[in-house]
C-alpha cells in the first residue's frame, strides 16, 4: 500500500488562530513534503480553563486563516462527543478508513514536551508520527535531550523515511513570536493585531466583538 499522499494535522485551540500557527503548518508543509495540512480546533475537557471564543468562532476563525490551497479545517473534534484526546480522534480517523501511516500530527515544541503525560502516549508513538516544529523559546532539536527517553525515535526531516516506523520529526524552523493569550491581550488593550493574525481573523473579531472582556 502506498503511503505517498502525506497529510498533516494540527490541532489547537485556536483562541484565536494566529500568524504563529499558520508558520508552524507552513514549516512542516515545506519540511515533509505534506500534501495538506488539516487544522483540527479543539474541544477542551470541563475541568480544564475553556476557550474564550465559542467553538463555531474558533472554527469559523480557522477557516478563514486557511487560505493556502493546501490549508484546510476539519471540526471532527468539536462534535460534541466530549474532550478531544488525540489518541480517541486517530481511533476515529482509523474508524473512517484513514491509514493513519499517511498521517503526520503536528505540534509546536512547547506542546510535545509534556506528551509523556497524553492519553494512551506509548500506543500514540506507535501508530503515527509526529512533527514538533520550534517555538521562539522552545527550539525542537533540545527535546532529545529534554525528552532521552524518546530521542532514538527522533530524526530530521533530511533523515525522516516516511514509510519506516513512526518517527518524531524535528522541524527547526523560525515562527512568528505570537501566542492566543498575545493576541487576546492585544485586543482588550485596544491594540492592533496586524503581524499578529491574518487580515481576515483580524475583520471576523472585529465584526464579532469577540475578546473584547478579556
Ligand atoms: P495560548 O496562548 O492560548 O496557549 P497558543 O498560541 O499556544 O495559545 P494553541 O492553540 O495552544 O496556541 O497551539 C496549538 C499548537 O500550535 C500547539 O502545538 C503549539 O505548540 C503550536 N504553536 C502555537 N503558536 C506557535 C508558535 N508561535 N510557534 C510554534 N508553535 C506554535
Ligand atoms: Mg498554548
Do not use: K
Amino acid at each position: 500500500m502506498t503511503t505517498s499522499a502525506r497529510r498533516g494535522w494540527l490541532g489547537g485551540t485556536f483562541d484565536p488562530i494566529h500568524c504563529g500557527h499558520l508558520d508552524v503548518a507552513r514549516a512542516a508543509h515545506a519540511a515533509l513534503g505534506l500534501n495538506r495540512v488539516t487544522l483540527v480546533p479543539s474541544s477542551i475537557p470541563p475541568h480544564r480553563p475553556q476557550p474564550v471564543a465559542s467553538a463555531a468562532d474558533r472554527a469559523a476563525m480557522a477557516q478563514l486563516a486557511a487560505s493556502e490551497p493546501w490549508l484546510e479545517v476539519s471540526t471532527i473534534e468539536l462534535d460534541g462527543r466530549g474532550p478531544s484526546y488525540t489518541a480517541t480522534t486517530m481511533d476515529r480517523l482509523a474508524a473512517l478508513g484513514v491509514d493513519l501511516r499517511s498521517l503526520v500530527v503536528i505540534t509546536g515544541a512547547d506542546a510535545f514536551v509534556g506528551i509523556l503525560s497524553w492519553h494512551r502516549v506509548d500506543e500514540l508513538l506507535d501508530r503515527v508520527s509526529f512533527a514538533v516544529v520550534s517555538r521562539p523559546g522552545h527550539p525542537a532539536p533540545a527535546l532529545r535531550t529534554a525528552l532521552s527517553a524518546l530521542a532514538p525515535r527522533m530524526v530530521s526531516p533530511e533523515s525522516w523515511q516516511p514509510s519506516s516506523h513512526p518517527s518524531i520529526v524535528l522541524v527547526d524552523a523560525p515562527t512568528a513570536p505570537v501566542s492566543s493569550t498575545m493576541v487576546r491581550a492585544a485586543i482588550a488593550a485596544g491594540q492592533s493585531l496586524t503581524g499578529l493574525v491574518p487580515e481576515a481573523v483580524e475583520a471576523y473579531i472585529a465584526a464579532h466583538g469577540l475578546y473584547t472582556g478579556t
